[in-house]
């Protein structure tokens, strides 16, 4: 199996549910007085970890200081509750036990949420950036926190599905086209991994990071590809100056079923030409699963388009960018695309004529599912890639598929999703009351 995660993250940003530590504190000494129960507390825990608060953790040592004590203090709390529960005869009062270890459970969540998440998000923007973390801007903390977010959920989590290369993908709308001349010293791009178009009047950049290693270790790959990020320039500056609205961020773990284990087979896939050429608005697709007749699909449309496509790649997923390449993701053809394809998948795709939207679809027994946060929305191929962030999730459903957009609001009252079925066509309307509660966190 492989893994995909990803998410959508814009230079205005979701600020989540702002939540002060003196509440915290507060809910401690009122848990501990008998006057608030700890699913309000782990509640409040969750919502820390929302954007604003996090902006605010960044920029002030009053606040890490604060959050470290507030940890240490649910700590001691939790270890309470546990010395509790083991005074419990657990055959005369089983109920009562149960429920003890469950709210010690909760507290050791809470606790971790703000010693380790928390905090390690903010050491790992500083191992990522190339400057003093106090530098960034609020935009530039919260575009970072939401890429570490889909690195984490492949390192170490989905990696465990396979790991013999690990992709990610960042689609950039830009503000202003006319300051993109700095971004690339001399005009040099390297056409593997940037990509600088012009469609439908959008300015759009796409960075790929690729690695790949039969041989290695849980969290090596994602480490490569952290370095490739800090070291790359033209992202970096995009960030720093904010002249980006909007950016798509797709990752993939890979276990080789079709094709070598090498970088070209690394997903994401494009539909570039012969030599990397670009003679199509860019298609890039992740995915989990295989298709059967991958080889008859990508020679009917290079017969349709008598055009030749890379034949560096050797994976069934080439057949996905090249048999969408000019459709619209949003028609009748791409239903029938879809449909055409034969096998069990799960696939996230990115198109520069659909940019700030991933396109998944699902037919067959891969997992795919949403995630829902107070400042986010991401997906994965398991539940494990999205509990850093989201508490919150649905499952995606055989021969359906799902536009993410910057659209879509996180968690709200008024949160609504639309599920597309490939089959019939028809529309499945999600909202607050579907959603089920995730009771995994990655403690």
Request: charged residues 25%.
């Amino acid at each position: 199996m492989c893994g995909i995660s990803g998410t959508i993250v814009n230079k205005q940003y979701n600020s989540g549910v702002k939540v002060n530590p003196d509440e915290l504190s507060i809910l401690i000494q009122n848990i501990k007085n008998g006057k608030a129960d700890i699913d309000q507390l782990l509640e409040k825990a969750w919502e820390y970890k929302s954007n604003v608060n996090f902006i605010r953790y960044v920029n002030s040592k009053a606040e890490r200081d604060s959050v470290t004590n507030i940890a240490n203090k649910i700590l001691e709390l939790a270890n309470h509750y546990l010395s509790s529960a083991k005074k419990i005869d657990k055959r005369s009062s089983p109920q009562l036990f149960v429920k003890k270890y469950e709210e010690y459970e909760k507290l050791l969540d809470c606790n971790w949420f703000l010693s380790h998440e928390v905090k390690n998000w903010y050491n790992d923007i500083t191992d990522l950036v190339n400057c003093n973390i106090s530098e960034l801007d609020d935009h530039s903390i919260i575009f970072f926190k939401s890429l570490l977010v889909i690195i984490n959920s492949i390192d170490n989590r989905l990696e465990i599905r396979g790991r013999d290369s690990f992709g990610i993908s960042i689609q950039l709308i830009m503000e202003d086209d006319k300051r993109l001349d700095h971004l690339i010293p001399d005009g040099q791009v390297d056409k593997d991994k940037c990509f600088i178009e012009n469609v439908n009047k959008n300015q759009i950049i796409t960075l790929i990071f690729k690695t790949a290693n039969r041989i290695g270790s849980l969290g090596d790959n994602a480490e490569v590809i952290k370095k490739e990020i800090k070291s790359n320039q033209i992202l970096s500056k995009i960030v720093s100056e904010g002249i980006y609205k909007t950016a798509t961020i797709v990752a993939h773990t890979r276990w080789a079923s079709v094709g070598k284990i090498n970088i070209p087979n690394c997903h994401p896939i494009d539909n570039t030409g012969q030599d990397g050429s670009k003679d199509f608005p860019l298609v890039l697709s992740c995915m989990n699963g295989d298709i059967y007749n991958y080889k008859s699909i990508i020679q009917e449309k290079e017969k349709e388009l008598n055009y030749k496509f890379n034949d560096d790649f050797s994976t069934d997923c080439q057949a996905l960018p090249i048999s969408l390449t000019n459709i619209d993701f949003k028609s009748e053809a791409f239903t029938h695309i879809i449909n055409q394809n034969q096998g069990s998948y799960a696939i996230a795709l990115q198109s520069s004529m659909h940019p700030g939207e991933i396109h998944l679809v699902k037919k067959g027994k891969q997992g795919l599912y949403v995630g829902i946060s107070y400042d986010q929305i991401m997906f994965a191929s398991d539940v494990y890639g999205l509990i850093e962030s989201c508490r919150y999730f649905i499952s995606i459903g055989t021969e359906q598929t799902l536009c993410l957009s910057d659209q879509i609001s996180p968690l709200n009252n008024n949160f609504s999703l639309t599920i597309n079925t490939t089959d019939n066509n028809d529309d499945i309307i999600i909202n607050k009351k579907h959603l089920k509660t995730t009771n995994i966190t990655t403690r």
